[in-house]
């Protein structure tokens, strides 16, 4: 009791609040700056210098971006705009070019005229790479001169000085990430490249190389797009067949902001709309998405009712109107309002009524002016219009069949006796056997087993209403308990690990994937949010004598049947491949896969949705030349479905 009131007495005066100097603020809260400090933290390292460069194109400054990976995964962002200002910033009596980087809130992005419109962390960007980089040295180009400045970890090493003359402008940043702040400063080629290229895309005319130079991994990339994001929906779209051959662009703008939309139809039934703000993607929408989205369904309605398509009382949903659209939503405004620290979601309201206005005037003429992509949307609406009452009706009476208002549970399924959500994880077992042992061997307090069989329907090809009706499929809706596409609500979810445990083999990998198909097409939050995983089951047992092992992979086997004989090269290691989940006992599958302490889980993520749109596509979807094409193109790399 004594130590209790201690404790509560204890003064809290200033003595106790501090005050961090400089940039210490950054390096003892990375995660507040960059996200985290994974390999998404590492590589936005690189976006910030980059977003700087694109503010000077913006500012129609510059018009080529270079973007390099050295040896030594040491980073370089080359740009031919003005140059960071070099003259003395009259608060600090410091140089810009030293304020820019090692003042938290510096940058020409405040107000002060020297940006219209910036993406970034309006002026934190710069000064956060620095803090989070063990070295950083910046060369800019500007008055015929060279300056040069070096920094470590926040502080500057190198005063401003003039290194030699030139005849360009530009500023060339090179640094190299602290691996006292990440996980890894590995890094990744083609995450770079993604995302410069979808830069490029949303900056029409706009140049951006980029380079690997690192023995081994040498790569090159230009990209340039004239036609801006009328080309990024091509690219979306290029593994699908459009019904209307032109990409349908408007764009418009109202004092200091600006919208651009392209959109096109293809005959899948999965819509895929990006949207962004300043060149940042908005993966969470926001009020530029919800002006499309509600100007879209108004004016194909109002030209449906127009062209006598529509009867009278007849009125499309956004949903059905949306089916099978790619659309490519870009603004860009003088003073953006995110919601959340990640910039996930657009707050500004006059982008709403912007958007809207820009799609209303513009989408309402060009249906006017081309009658036969009119009729090819307003027929493939109605269409999906009729699938979405099947399958509404066809929901309705598997709900009747089997119970569902009344809680009633698949006969395949196994549930676990704890109710709280975050505590339960559900296993997804292909075939009696497996799953036969799965429930034998699992922890029936937070554990359930549910036993799918045979191949599972091919979502990419199918609509809603065959969904509801496939015996695969619909067990596995009702048991997650959260409904699917537009009905989907995740507080309603049962379990929150959610885990495909199939066989390590190329059946394995196809049940897998159709899996994974399924829970993007229709249950997109359950990826997500993490809840989505797989289970790696071993791929071999080693057995000495009464001494036995197991190996996830072809080296970790060679690891342990090495260790196994010990100072005894000649002994005899039995090594039996496990051909399925179904030929382990109970023990074995619980020790091996199924034990939270002993098993490994790939956590399924969604790094890039248009990629992943994209693959999905590709390997799931009508076209067989995509699909052979990446066949051949992967092959090499097949051996990996083991593991």
């Known amino acids: 009791m004594a130590e209790l009131n201690e404790k509560v007495t204890q003064e809290y005066d200033a003595s106790k609040i501090q005050v961090l100097e400089g940039l210490e603020a950054v390096r003892m809260r990375p995660g507040m700056y960059i996200g985290s400090t994974s390999a998404s933290g590492l590589h936005h390292l690189v976006y910030e210098i980059v977003d700087n460069a694109i503010d000077e194109a913006l500012a129609g400054y510059c018009d080529h971006i270079e973007v390099t990976i050295e040896p030594g995964d040491v980073i370089k962002v080359s740009d031919n705009g003005r140059g960071i200002p070099v003259d003395i910033q009259e608060q600090t009596g410091k140089p810009a070019l030293e304020v820019v980087y090692t003042v938290l809130h510096a940058g020409g992005k405040f107000g002060a005229g020297g940006y219209k419109v910036s993406g970034g962390l309006h002026g934190v960007g710069a000064s956060v790479v620095n803090a989070l980089s063990d070295w950083l040295e910046v060369d800019v180009h500007k008055n015929g001169r060279i300056y040069h400045m070096a920094f470590s970890r926040g502080e500057k090493t190198e005063d401003m000085t003039v290194t030699g003359k030139t005849d360009r402008t530009g500023t060339v940043v090179r640094f190299h990430p602290d691996p006292e702040m990440f996980d890894d400063t590995v890094y990744d080629y083609e995450t770079l490249h993604v995302r410069m ?50 990409v349908i662009y408007m764009s418009g703008d109202r004092s200091d902001a600006t919208a651009e939309v392209a959109l096109q139809w293809n005959d899948g039934y999965n819509e895929a709309m990006v949207s962004f703000a ?122 009747r069949k089997t119970g569902l208002e009344s809680g009633q549970m698949p ?23 497996a799953a036969g042992s799965a429930i034998q061997g699992r922890d029936s307090r937070f554990q359930a087993i549910l036993a799918m069989w045979g191949k599972m329907l091919n979502v990419e090809k199918a609509r809603a209403d065959k969904i509801y009706g496939n ?147 590709v390997l799931m979807g009508e076209e067989v030349e995509p699909r052979k094409q990446w066949i051949e193109e992967n092959a090499k790399y097949a051996v990996n479905l083991d593991y």
């Open 197 to 246: 290229r979808e830069q490029a895309f949303l900056n029409a005319g706009l140049r951006i190389s980029t380079k690997d130079e690192r023995p081994g991994k040498e790569a090159f990339d230009e990209m340039y797009y004239e036609g801006g994001i009328r080309e990024f929906v091509t690219f979306i779209n290029k593994n699908k067949t459009p019904i209307h051959e032109k």
């Open 278 to 399: 300043n060149n940042i993607h908005t993966p969470e929408g926001g009020m530029h998405e919800t002006g499309f989205k509600t100007a879209l369904t108004r004016v194909v309605n109002a030209y449906g009712h127009k062209a006598k398509i529509l009867k009278d009382d007849e009125t499309l949903s956004g949903d059905d109107v949306r089916e099978g659209l790619t659309a490519v939503i870009s603004v860009k405004l003088t003073n953006p309002q995110f919601e959340g620290q990640t910039k996930a979601k657009l707050g500004n309201s006059e982008m709403r009524t912007l958007v809207d206005s820009v799609v209303s005037d513009k989408l309402e003429q060009f249906l006017e002016e081309n009658p036969a992509v009119g009729k090819a949307v307003l027929e493939k609406a109605m269409t999906a219009s009729r699938a979405r009452e099947a399958a509404r009706k066809a929901r309705e009476s598997v709900r």
């Open 411 to 433: 006969d395949k399924l196994q549930d676990c006796n704890e109710r709280d959500p975050s505590l339960c994880e559900i296993y997804i077992v292909e075939g009696d056997s």
């Open 471 to 617: 015996d695969k499929l619909y067990p596995l809706i009702v048991a997650l308990g959260a409904g699917i596409g537009e009905e989907f609500n995740m507080d309603k979810l049962r379990y929150h690990k959610i885990i495909i445990m199939a066989d390590a083999d190329v059946d394995g990998a196809h049940i897998r994937t159709l899996l994974l198909t399924f829970f993007f097409r229709y249950m997109r939050p359950l990826i997500e949010n993490g809840y989505v995983y797989s289970a790696v089951p071993p791929l071999f047992k080693l057995t000495r004598g009464k001494q036995q092992r197991v190996a996830y992979s072809e080296p970790e086997r060679d690891a342990i049947s090495a260790e196994m004989r010990g100072d005894n090269p000649n002994v005899k290691i039995d090594i039996n491949r496990f051909k399925g989940l179904g030929e382990m006992d109970p023990h074995e599958l619980w020790e091996t896969t199924m034990d939270p302490e002993k098993r490994t889980l790939r956590r399924i993520t969604l790094e890039d949705a248009v990629a992943a749109d994209q693959i999905f596509t």
